[in-house]
């Protein structure tokens, strides 16, 4: 299930770590979505598992409190309110994590990436600089990163 929703949360915002030149590299961690949007999430190209996995993330509680919630209404009517009454805090939750350990792999894949040009170019090379820089700006990176996955709790 975790892996389907990762997936799902990779389709619906896409993180990115990435070089603007050289040295200086930046990422979209500012364009997090603050909220799931239903159009958006509809729109996605989704599996009918995917879709299973979504609807019995976000259903509504409402049947686990009463036997019979709107006992008096037929039940296409009582399901198009469910639809109404979704609560996607717990599936914003999940896509959160999928996106900050996504960051967590990219950024800590151009750590490596710059711990080897560190290791390989000569002390006075233009690489070597350049790997010292972009590093000092990823650790930064790392260290936000690092502070969200504390954050997340389930």
Same mark, same amino acid.
């Given at each position: 299930m975790d !892996? $389907? #929703?990762s997936k799902i949360a990779l389709i619906y915002f896409k993180p990115n770590v990435y070089y603007v030149s050289d040295s200086n590299i930046e990422w979209n961690f500012n364009n997090i979505p603050k909220n799931i949007d239903i159009d958006i999430l509809n729109k996605i190209d989704l599996n009918n598992k995917q879709k299973k996995i979504i609807t019995i993330i976000t259903e509504n509680k409402v049947d686990l409190l009463c036997k019979q919630p709107f006992n008096m209404l037929n039940e296409d009517v009582y399901n198009? #309110?469910?639809k =109404?009454?979704?609560n996607f805090y717990t599936l914003y939750k999940l896509f959160y994590k999928a996106w900050i350990n996504e960051y967590n792999k990219q950024i800590n894949l151009y750590i490596n990436e710059n711990d080897y040009h560190i290791v390989w170019y $000569? =002390? %006075? %090379? !233009?690489?070597?600089t350049w790997a010292i820089e972009a /590093? #000092? !700006?990823?650790y930064k990176f790392n260290s936000i990163i690092? /502070?969200?996955l504390c954050k997340i709790s389930y």
């Open positions: !892996r $389907d #929703i198009y #309110i469910k =109404f009454t979704a $000569d =002390f %006075s %090379s !233009r690489d070597y /590093n #000092i !700006r990823l690092k /502070n969200e």
